[in-house]
């Protein structure tokens, strides 16, 4: 079914969702603060919106993407919008707090439009394409009635739960997940810089050790998820012995004088968990030691 969707917003990514949309043939009104980058849509198809309220008028679904939670009030939190949007579907794609999301899931019930929360998993070039990740929280009655303009957007559009702040949740683990990565390839970086080792042999070596690093995050992740902290016959690796070789790495950047804040802050970790006794245990003993309680 064709449908009539204003988007928000077309910085790089808002742009990458009304080309999507425009492709998959719905109709698209796309407004913009600055809008000269709105107009570059129009020769796609997009009608071109003056007004944020002129924007909100022309269709039944509104997607948000602008750079904040913030810049979304800015433009979406005033009596005109409140009473427009009355009956329509917000879809907020902007990044945020699972917070956030559930405080705006929240507001734009009171003014009787339904709201769903998405955080997108992917840069602009993979909008539309079947590799396109965007999680999506709040009604499954809102999602499923507008499940063929979500594959529009991306062939990997999840529905994740109910609740609002589900997928910004999910984002945010996520992005834990890849900062451990990019920080650490920071880290390796200077490492080899200051060890004079070529980087194009750290990306070599890499290559052959990210399955190894992948097989233990999801062992790590399964670990956790049914309590097995204590070593057992299938145990990858104990606290014990990656705490050995993280000493080599605290010693080798204090002498080369690498920046160790960040990894002061694991050395904390490891310390807390062998204060409780634990050093001998699985490393996925380490995640009890990172909660409030720890
Ligand atoms: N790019 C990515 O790879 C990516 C991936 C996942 C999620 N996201 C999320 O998508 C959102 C947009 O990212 P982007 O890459 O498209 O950023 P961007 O190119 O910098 O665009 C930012 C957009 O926000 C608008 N904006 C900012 N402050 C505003 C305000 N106070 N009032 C009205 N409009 C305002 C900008 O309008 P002007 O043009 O007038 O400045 C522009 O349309 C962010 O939440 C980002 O985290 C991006």
């Given at each position: 079914m064709k449908r009539s969707i204003t988007v928000l917003g077309t910085g790089r990514m808002g742009s990458a969702l009304a080309r999507a949309l425009l492709h998959a043939g719905h109709r698209t009104t796309v407004w913009n603060r600055t809008i000269q980058k709105a107009e570059p849509l129009a020769a796609l198809g997009a009608t071109v919106a003056p007004s944020v309220l002129e924007a909100v008028n022309a269709a039944e679904i509104i997607i948000v993407n602008v750079s904040d939670y913030q810049a979304t009030a800015a433009i979406m939190r005033n009596d005109a919008i409140a009473s427009a949007v009355r009956g329509k579907l917000i879809v907020e794609l902007t990044s945020g707090t699972p917070h956030g999301a559930r405080e705006a899931a929240e507001f734009w019930a009171e003014h009787g439009a339904s709201y769903l929360d998405g955080a997108i998993?992917?840069?602009?070039?993979?909008?539309?394409?079947?590799?396109g990740t965007i999680l999506v929280s709040g009604s499954s009655q809102a999602f499923d009635a507008n499940e063929d303009m979500f594959r529009a957007l991306g062939g990997?559009?999840?529905?994740?739960?109910?609740?609002?702040g589900r997928a910004n949740a999910l984002d945010s683990a996520l992005l834990a997940l890849m900062w451990g990565a990019l920080f650490g390839t920071l880290h390796a970086i200077a490492v080899c810089q200051a060890e004079e080792i070529d980087l194009g042999e750290l990306a070599q070596q890499w290559n052959a050790t990210a399955p190894v690093v992948e097989g233990l995050v999801a062992d790590l992740i399964k670990r956790t998820n049914a309590g097995r902290f204590a070593s057992d016959?299938?145990?990858?690796?104990?606290i014990s012995a990656h705490y050995g070789a993280f000493q080599h790495l605290l010693e080798l950047m204090e002498a080369r004088e690498i920046d160790r804040s960040v990894v002061l802050g694991y050395d904390a970790i490891f310390q807390r968990a062998i204060a409780a006794g634990q050093l001998h245990e699985d490393f996925a003993a380490l995640s009890q030691f990172l909660g409030k309680s720890a």
């Open positions: 998993m992917a840069t602009p070039d993979f909008i539309g394409t079947d590799a990997n559009v999840q529905h994740i739960g109910e609740e609002s016959d299938e145990t990858l690796s104990s």
